[in-house]
T-cell receptor, first 120, second 115 residues
Framework: EAGVTQFPSHSVIEKGQTVTLRCDPI?????LYWYRRVMGKEIKFLLH????????ESGMPNNRFLAERTGGTYSTLKVQPAELEDSGVYFC??????FGTGPDGTDTQYFGPGTRLTVL | AQSVTQLDSHVSVSEGTPVLLRCNYS??????LFWYVQHPNKGLQLLLK??????LVKGINGFEAEFKKSETSFHLTKPSAHMSDAAEYFC?????????????FGSGTRLQVQP
């Protein structure tokens, strides 16, 4: 079974440009998450999709970030315009247990390798 | 609000000696606790998880962790380090009582294994 995949693995852009990151979850996983780790800081939650709907976007830093998951399969995270402080590693994760069933919080999240974003 | 504190940013051990990576947590509800590992240029891999069953949790590659509610700790141990254990380890908490799925990560502990 293929794991979570992310594209690209690295991206280097100039301040003010736009970048789009893509995440393909494990097949059949309705839950998809975005996290990021900026330099020297902890990995932080950004948002959670259940199928194509945003369940929790409390971690999105500002309106320069736009996440989509059309059709409930892969997801994109667009940063427009990029700023220097957006540099870091962006992780995607997916999980299987339907949201709202069972003991939420114990659902294992499987992570992708991350996209390293450098904004110059 | 939940939080995680990893008490050591770097730990260095010799191959064949025990490993101890320390983690303390704070949670308003009954937490689920995880340890993830990230090897260089790889994604985050789940080592083990605690979900209110047995307090001593066994994971992959010989790692285990013990949930101690009275100490709010979830330290990761391994009896004998291997060179391949060199990586960054993250202690993670999820508040199962809130209904949110967001994970809260510690700052990470980089484990170095000397030959």
């Amino acid at each position: 079974e293929a794991g979570v995949t992310q594209f690209p693995s690295h991206s280097v852009i100039e301040k003010g440009q736009t970048v789009t990151l893509r995440c393909d979850p494990i097949s059949g996983h309705d839950n998809l998450y975005w996290y990021r780790r900026v330099m020297g800081k902890e990995i932080k939650f950004l948002l959670h999709f259940v199928k194509e709907s945003k369940q929790d976007e409390s971690g999105m830093p500002n309106n320069r970030f736009l996440a989509e998951r059309t059709g409930g399969t892969y997801s994109t995270l667009k940063v427009q315009p990029a700023e220097l402080e957006d540099s870091g590693v962006y992780f995607c994760a997916s999980s299987q247990i339907p949201f709202g069933t069972g003991p939420d919080g114990t659902d294992t999240q499987y992570f992708g390798p991350g996209t390293r974003l450098t904004v110059l | 609000a939940q939080s995680v504190t990893q008490l050591d940013s770097h730990v260095s051990v010799s191959e064949g000696t025990p490993v101890l990576l320390r983690c303390n947590y704070s949670s308003s509800y009954s937490p689920s606790l995880f340890w993830y590992v990230q090897h260089p240029n790889k994604g985050l891999q789940l080592l083990l998880k605690y979900t209110s069953a047995a307090t001593l949790v066994k994971g992959i590659n010989g790692f285990e962790a013990e949930f101690k509610k009275s100490e709010t700790s979830f330290h990761l141990t391994k009896p004998s380090a291997h060179m391949s254990d060199a990586a960054e380890y993250f202690c993670v908490v999820s508040d199962s009582g809130t209904g949110r799925r967001a994970l809260t990560f510690g700052s990470g502990t980089r484990l170095q294994v000397q030959p």
